[in-house]
């Protein structure tokens, strides 16, 4: 018994003890306020639902026709990312090439922007804030209620919320490039697209490429989410076979969505890579 | 003949590689195929009619439901909200840390590459995903929406827990055990307090996060104020759903105000 020789008391236990329970006193307004009752996941009836759908979650369901409605949602699903980030990109590079004050022609010279100007570029900035910070799947639901279920309502809400998102970025990643080629390119009488394709762009094109294939990876999985308000996509097929507690299809689409999210990813990396 | 001179002046223009061009190709003919392959309405949606129908839709918004009682409904979601980010958070630290044990290597080779890949899993299935699933195991509302938010988050936490667990200087508990203190408390002692801090501030940055994932999760019923915006959107309540989308977008606000003052004074 030598390692029970001398057993020290924590010095730091005041503190420790005050911290854990400040902590409690904290803890019980929270757990109430989420209806924290892990018992109620115990008792018989729940108890016996749940056992029915993960005894049939185990097996995943395959029979053929099944796997290819699955595989025609998951391509609808990428379908909707792809074309929502494309009409995005329609929006946002007019949009960054009216909000990047860097190619500003008023500021030459005196260094202060034309006051119309500043005013149209800020109230856009506005616009574009309003756009991306409405969560894009509250978009889908406002969506779903003007055009009805289905993948137009997907592509529009990533169409919108991306724009605010891929300006904002843009607009950041060109300012943060080197000033010199697109002053000296504006200083000597060159427009502002000239200014923006020969000045700014060729410095920053490879982290505005990554950023815009990150973001593509992003609107996949927003779009698988969307489904579950009726926007199309996996996400859809994914509700209705939850509602209906078919757990093998469940399980299914479970394994195609992360399946899915890897290939994405790995895409996306691959992209960057080589044109990053 | 001088502009040939000065055309013979401008460099010559950089070489193109095949597979650049062969990336292009496969980009334009995957952005084709989807606007091909899509049932998408846009005759519905550009027609004069269908303009004037989208306008009254989004009129009906204004002006936001502003009676007491409404408000008071909508304070009381943003609490729930509130609350089932934090034990959601809780929870998933809770149950991160051992997986992230196991996942730093501690108990072996096999356990770790095991925990890995679950932790990939549970933190590749979104936490809407995993509210659609729990919401038959739990029923409606918040406990729903809390413990699909721990299920992703411990996936993340997890794993960069386990990171930081990995990343530590492993001398200081060697010592300890070298000395003869038990496992245990060679861990706690050593290990555990230079992970501590970074452990701390990633569970800080996932709850940030997972406040915003708490507003919308209620969309399929796990409580909060997603919730309440489904049904006062499915009953075509309009000024009542303006009022908890305003609510949402101000929530989202402060807690980045917050985390900008926070990070801002913890950096200074």
Redesign the interface.
Known sequence: MKDQAVLHRDPAWRTRVTWAAIFIVLLYPLLAGAEFKPWLLFDAQSLRAAGMFLLDFLVPATDPEFLAMVLRETWQTVAIATAGLTLALLVAIPATFVITERLSISRLGTGRVHPFAALVRQGLRWILMILRSVPELVWALLFVRIVGLGPTAGVLAIALSYSGMLAKVYAEILESSDAHATDVLLANGSGRLPALLYGALPDSSAELVSYTVYRWECAIRGSAVMGFVGAGGLGQRLDESTKMMAGGEVATMLIMFVLLVAAADLVSKLLRRRLG | MKQSTQLQAAPPAPPRDL??WL?LLGLLA??V???A??????S??FTAEAVD??RE?LAGFAPPETSTPFLMKTLGAL??T???S???T?LAAIVGLPLALAGAGRLGRAARAATRLVLN?LR???E??WA??L?????L???A??MALAAHTAGVLGRLFADALENVEPHAEETLRTN?A?PLAAFLYATLPQALPQMLSYTLYRWENNI?AA??LG??GA?GL?QM??YH?SL?QMPSAATV?IA??VL??LVDAASYALRRALTR
């Open positions: 597979t650049s990336i995957l952005v195929a989807s606007f392959s899509l049932p998408l309405q846009w519905a949606f129908s989208a839709f609490w729930e509130l609350a089932m934090a034990i959601g809780l899993v590749s299935i979104p809407l995903v659609a699933v919401l038959v195991l739990a029923g509302g918040p406990m929406g809390t003869g038990r915003r507003a919308v969309v399929v409580g997603g915006l489904k959107l075509f989308v949402m977008l989202v606000a």
